[in-house]
């Protein structure tokens, strides 16, 4: 492999290796200053954390976090990168959201023990039909607006959204990161890098970047799983377009919208046949088509 493909700064283990550093914190408090609009000071004496969220029990599903924080005021943060769309996203976040609220207390603890737990969800897709990049989310009351709780708190971070309407409405900072996190070209880079006006820990955090090729075993991590990425987004639009040639075909053959809504759905098991015909993983499957488990196993 050639150790001259551009990485991009939203892989996952270069995006950990940048903001996930013991030794240099500056660039992770810029980010979480600027997505939740906070001083930078308050985030001086933050925690990184072991990202692995333990079952309570062996019939519980395990899981693992990019980035988890923990604040002088035992605030948690999460921070979640992801470049492809996936089934129940929405609801993947909120179960995060709930097991490290939940994992806070022990048998003897009070419910006066949890505290305020934040996920922040930084996607290159768009989720919400809205032209605003940064959403917040928290617990209010539907005709009245009135806060629940602060325990709760959800953002997301739209950077297919990175546009002129937007670099107007955010703060610098925060643009300045996402444009950062936007990079995919090496030309780009370097004109992003040699701006005179960039903000002190987003420049440490492209010195940190830069030192990623002179890590051959990080460098080559990354690079394998840039390629993974690159090839699931094809094999995603390879799919998506089979699918609704397939339903097309059959819905023409059918007639009207009964016919288009039988077809698409052959459509999408066939496309789910070939995957699993290929050998593709099933989880993979279920994320292109939306079929459950159960109906992939039996195709």
Same mark, same amino acid.
């Given at each position: 492999?050639?150790?001259? +493909?551009?990485?991009?700064?939203?892989?996952? +283990?270069?995006?950990?290796?940048?903001?996930?550093?013991?030794?240099?914190?500056?660039?992770? #408090?810029?980010?979480?200053?600027?997505?939740?609009?906070?001083?930078? !000071?308050?985030?001086?004496?933050?925690?990184?954390?072991?990202?692995?969220?333990?079952?309570?029990?062996?019939?519980?599903? /395990? /899981?693992?976090?990019?980035?988890?924080?923990?604040?002088?005021?035992?605030?948690?943060?999460?921070? !979640?990168?992801?470049?492809?769309?996936?089934?129940?996203?929405?609801?993947?976040?909120?179960?995060?959201? /709930?097991?490290?609220?939940? @994992?806070?207390?022990?048998?003897?603890?009070?419910?006066?023990?949890?505290?305020?737990?934040? +996920?922040?969800?930084?996607?290159?897709?768009?989720?919400?039909?809205?032209?605003?990049?940064?959403?917040?989310?928290?617990?209010?009351?539907?005709?009245?607006?009135?806060?629940?709780?602060?325990?709760?708190?959800?953002?997301?971070? *739209?950077? /297919?959204?990175?546009?002129?309407?937007?670099?107007?409405?955010?703060?610098? +900072?925060?643009?300045?990161?996402?444009?950062?996190?936007?990079?995919?070209? *090496?030309?780009?880079?370097?004109?992003?890098?040699?701006?005179?006006?960039?903000?002190?820990?987003?420049?440490?955090?492209?010195?940190?970047?830069?030192?990623?090729?002179?890590?051959?075993?990080?460098?080559?991590?990354?690079?394998?799983?840039? #390629?993974?990425?690159?090839?699931?987004?094809?094999?995603?639009?390879?799919?998506?377009?089979?699918?609704?040639?397939?339903?097309?075909?059959?819905?023409? *053959?059918? @007639?009207?919208? =009964?016919? #288009?809504?039988? @077809?698409?759905?052959?459509?999408?098991?066939?496309?789910?046949?070939? #995957? =699993?015909?290929?050998?593709?993983?099933?989880?993979?499957?279920?994320?292109?088509?939306?079929?459950?488990?159960?109906?992939?196993?039996?195709?």
């Amino acid at each position: 492999m050639r150790k001259d +493909v551009f990485i991009a700064p939203h892989i996952d +283990v270069v995006f950990k290796s940048i903001f996930g550093n013991e030794k240099e914190k500056g660039p992770l #408090m810029s980010l979480l200053s600027s997505i939740m609009e906070l001083p930078l !000071e308050s985030f001086e004496d933050l925690e990184l954390l072991n990202t692995e969220l333990i079952p309570e029990n062996v019939d519980q599903k /395990s /899981s693992r976090l990019d980035l988890r924080i923990r604040l002088k005021d035992k605030t948690e943060i999460d921070v !979640e990168i992801q470049v492809i769309n996936q089934v129940a996203y929405k609801e993947r976040i909120l179960y995060y959201w /709930s097991k490290m609220y939940s @994992g806070q207390l022990k048998k003897s603890d009070t419910y006066d023990k949890l505290k305020k737990c934040v +996920v922040i969800n930084i996607v290159y897709f768009e989720i919400f039909k809205t032209p605003r990049m940064h959403t917040k989310f928290q617990l209010l009351a539907t005709k009245e607006y009135n806060l629940l709780t602060d325990h709760l708190e959800i953002h997301f971070l *739209e950077l /297919s959204k990175l546009n002129e309407y937007n670099r107007t409405i955010e703060n610098e +900072v925060l643009i300045d990161w996402a444009e950062f996190l936007s990079l995919r070209k *090496e030309e780009d880079f370097m004109e992003f890098k040699d701006r005179p006006d960039l903000p002190e820990y987003l420049l440490k955090a492209i010195e940190k970047y830069e030192t990623i090729k002179d890590d051959p075993e990080l460098y080559y991590e990354a690079l394998n799983l840039q #390629m993974g990425i690159m090839d699931q987004i094809q094999r995603l639009d390879d799919a998506t377009k089979l699918g609704l040639e397939l339903g097309m075909e059959k819905g023409m *053959e059918k @007639g009207m919208e =009964k016919g #288009m809504e039988m @077809g698409i759905k052959e459509g999408v098991h066939q496309v789910a046949k070939k #995957m =699993k015909e290929q050998g593709l993983d099933a989880q993979l499957i279920q994320t292109v088509t939306g079929l459950d488990l159960e109906t992939i196993a039996e195709l």
